[in-house]
């Protein structure tokens, strides 16, 4: 993994506001009922994580009552979350440290009926204190931006709710924490404002968003 800093990468090219643009055409050019309900259930949550608003990801209507979260990756390992409390503090967590906050480059998406497929290069903002076990050099009072080669797959049960996320790191090419200047951290209040114009009610699930 590499350490960077500002004047080996440029974090300006990085906008919130465009983390799910991947999604956003996919669902521009699907006509499937079913499918553009899942779509558009993904982004509300992918936009509701990044804006601190983690509550409203465990609604009934968007997630089942007992999601399990699966990860494996290459600088934390695997671990996985079972039910709403485990789910529910690591969203917290993340969202009172200002750990809440991604971007995402370079990314694909695909659609079923039962599933949502993503991969790409994200990135985390990350307290340094969390990833020092790393044998780099790190400031454990410094944010930095993990930056990471993932894919995700993210289940959803018959009536469009999340069943929950499996997520792993497919390669570490792109494997790097980016120091970031205090000015270039975004709190998550700042983020919350800025993708609440992007944050869509979902449509009423209907018949026609049963799977054939």
Same mark, same amino acid.
């Given at each position: 993994? +590499?350490?960077?800093?500002?004047?080996?990468?440029?974090?300006?090219?990085?906008?919130?506001?465009?983390?799910?643009?991947?999604?956003? +055409?996919?669902? @521009?050019?699907?006509? *499937?009922?079913?499918?553009?309900?899942?779509?558009?259930?993904?982004?509300?949550?992918?936009?509701?994580?990044?804006?601190?608003?983690?509550?409203?990801?465990?609604? &009934?209507?968007?997630?089942?009552? @007992?999601?399990?979260?699966?990860?494996?990756?290459? #600088?934390? !390992?695997?671990? #996985?979350?079972?039910?709403?409390?485990?789910?529910?503090?690591?969203?917290?967590?993340?969202?009172?440290?200002?750990?809440?906050?991604?971007?995402?480059? *370079? @990314?694909?998406?695909?659609? !079923?009926?039962?599933?949502?497929?993503?991969? =790409?290069? !994200?990135?985390?903002?990350?307290?340094?204190?969390?990833? #020092?076990?790393? !044998?780099?050099?790190?400031?454990?009072?410094?944010?930095?931006?993990?930056?990471?080669?993932?894919?995700?797959?993210?289940?959803?049960?018959?009536? =469009?709710?999340?069943?929950?996320?499996?997520?792993? @790191?497919?390669?570490?090419?792109? +494997?790097?924490?980016?120091?970031?200047?205090?000015?270039?951290?975004?709190?998550?209040?700042?983020?919350?404002?800025?993708? $609440? &114009?992007?944050? +869509?009610?979902? &449509?009423?699930?209907? $018949?026609?968003?049963? &799977?054939?």
């Amino acid at each position: 993994m +590499k350490l960077l800093d500002s004047s080996q990468f440029d974090v300006s090219r990085l906008d919130i506001t465009r983390q799910n643009v991947a999604v956003e +055409k996919v669902l @521009e050019h699907t006509d *499937d009922p079913r499918h553009r309900y899942l779509l558009q259930a993904y982004l509300r949550h992918r936009y509701l994580e990044s804006a601190g608003r983690w509550e409203e990801i465990l609604d &009934p209507a968007l997630t089942v009552d @007992e999601p399990h979260y699966r990860f494996d990756l290459i #600088a934390q !390992g695997r671990f #996985a979350l079972h039910g709403k409390d485990e789910v529910a503090a690591l969203y917290g967590h993340w969202t009172a440290t200002d750990q809440c906050v991604f971007y995402v480059e *370079d @990314e694909s998406v695909a659609v !079923g009926d039962h599933m949502v497929v993503g991969r =790409g290069i !994200g990135y985390q903002q990350t307290l340094g204190s969390e990833v #020092a076990g790393t !044998g780099l050099d790190i400031d454990p009072e410094a944010m930095y931006l993990l930056r990471s080669q993932i894919m995700m797959l993210w289940p959803y049960d018959d009536h =469009g709710r999340l069943l929950g996320e499996d997520v792993w @790191e497919f390669d570490d090419a792109e +494997k790097a924490l980016i120091r970031l200047d205090p000015a270039d951290v975004l709190t998550a209040e700042q983020a919350g404002r800025l993708l $609440d &114009p992007f944050i +869509k009610p979902l &449509p009423a699930f209907d $018949d026609s968003m049963l &799977p054939s």
